[in-house]
């Protein structure tokens, strides 16, 4: 199908994007285009002007600052999965990044676009609850962090305005046991069901813990009655057994012509246990 009748900008910074959609409530960002073109072409998506940030400066960079790694939002897939320093201080990212869907999307889709479209079997969103994240956001008013557990509120919906611009992703490096783990029909398709585990370790034993599960549910989320399974216990079978065990009784699980909520439920209990056990493994 053709596009629908629209205007293109591209400003060549950040404040004019901002601008433009302020003074247009019908205007949307485009940034790898890997998800809305295809909405466009469906007319699931019809805006009055498409603002284009790839001539917006600094939006590319993934760079160290502090305790934290700053990851603009213009930065494809690829680069995000195959940047030494992503691999030296969050491999997770790695992991969850060569998931998405096959190189040719990956190397046009930007981990911006991907969290701005909240899609709950997104690797990114997923990834940013899993390390505890943030994305800073810009409009004519400032700027503003939003933690992830704040950020994501259903399918395809966040808490960012529609006059602001998603600027840059806020990640805090860390080295306890973590792992990823995504199940789908066949490589680069959606995942059935993403998980993902953190988990801080003392002495073999869990003092905290953050697991998340995508996909399977209608949004990404953290599985608490999971992570409090984990949480003072030593990290073994029997542990990772229970986490996964609370995953499935508690969440509540979507069913389509993919797989039945019993699927689901059963298939998340399996990664669950797997990535219980692969984290804990890590020192």
């Given at each position: 199908?053709?596009?629908?009748?629209?205007?293109y900008?591209a400003p060549?910074?950040v404040?004019?994007?901002?601008a433009?959609?302020?003074?247009?409530?019908?205007?949307?960002?485009?940034?790898?285009?890997q998800?809305?073109m295809?909405?466009?072409?469906?007319?699931?998506?019809?805006?009055?002007?498409?603002?284009?940030l790839g001539?917006?400066?600094d939006?590319?960079?993934?760079?160290?600052?502090?305790?934290?790694?700053?990851i603009?939002?213009m930065?494809?897939?690829e680069?995000?999965?195959t940047?030494?320093?992503?691999?030296?201080?969050?491999?997770?990212?790695?992991?969850?990044?060569?998931?998405?869907?096959?190189?040719?999307?990956?190397?046009?889709?930007?981990?911006g676009?991907?969290?701005?479209?909240?899609?709950?079997?997104g690797?990114?969103?997923?990834a940013l609850?899993?390390?505890?994240?943030?994305?800073?956001v810009q409009?004519?008013?400032?700027?503003r962090l939003?933690?992830a557990e704040?950020?994501?509120?259903?399918?395809?919906m966040?808490?960012?305005?529609s006059?602001?611009?998603?600027?840059?992703?806020?990640l805090?490096?860390?080295?306890?046991?973590?792992s990823?783990h995504?199940?789908?029909?066949?490589?680069?398709?959606?995942?059935?069901?993403l998980v993902?585990?953190?988990?801080?370790?003392?002495?073999?034993?869990c003092?905290?813990?953050?697991?998340?599960?995508g996909?399977?549910?209608g949004?990404?989320q953290?599985?608490?009655?999971a992570?409090?399974?984990?949480?003072?216990?030593?990290?073994?079978?029997?542990?990772?057994?229970?986490?996964?065990?609370a995953a499935?009784?508690?969440?509540?699980?979507?069913?389509?012509i993919?797989g039945?909520r019993?699927y689901?439920?059963?298939?998340?209990?399996?990664?669950?246990e797997?990535?219980v056990?692969?984290?804990g493994?890590?020192?």
């Amino acid at each position: 199908m053709k596009l629908p009748p629209l205007r293109y900008v591209a400003p060549r910074t950040v404040e004019e994007a901002c601008a433009l959609l302020d003074a247009d409530e019908d205007a949307k960002i485009i940034a790898g285009g890997q998800s809305l073109m295809p909405l466009l072409a469906m007319r699931l998506a019809m805006p009055s002007t498409l603002v284009d940030l790839g001539r917006a400066p600094d939006l590319g960079r993934i760079e160290e600052a502090g305790e934290y790694l700053r990851i603009g939002a213009m930065t494809t897939h690829e680069r995000v999965i195959t940047s030494p320093l992503v691999r030296d201080r969050l491999p997770l990212l790695v992991d969850a990044g060569r998931n998405i869907a096959h190189v040719q999307i990956r190397s046009r889709g930007t981990i911006g676009g991907s969290i701005a479209h909240g899609d709950n079997a997104g690797e990114w969103p997923l990834a940013l609850l899993t390390l505890g994240g943030s994305v800073e956001v810009q409009s004519v008013r400032g700027r503003r962090l939003i933690p992830a557990e704040e950020l994501f509120l259903g399918p395809y919906m966040t808490s960012i305005q529609s006059d602001e611009v998603l600027t840059h992703v806020w990640l805090p490096t860390r080295t306890s046991g973590w792992s990823f783990h995504e199940a789908a029909r066949r490589a680069g398709d959606y995942g059935l069901a993403l998980v993902g585990v953190c988990l801080d370790l003392a002495a073999g034993t869990c003092t905290a813990a953050t697991l998340v599960v995508g996909a399977a549910a209608g949004t990404v989320q953290r599985v608490t009655a999971a992570e409090d399974a984990i949480v003072g216990s030593e990290v073994d079978a029997r542990a990772a057994r229970s986490a996964g065990e609370a995953a499935a009784a508690s969440l509540s699980f979507i069913s389509d012509i993919h797989g039945t909520r019993e699927y689901r439920a059963h298939l998340v209990a399996g990664l669950v246990e797997r990535a219980v056990v692969e984290a804990g493994g890590r020192r």
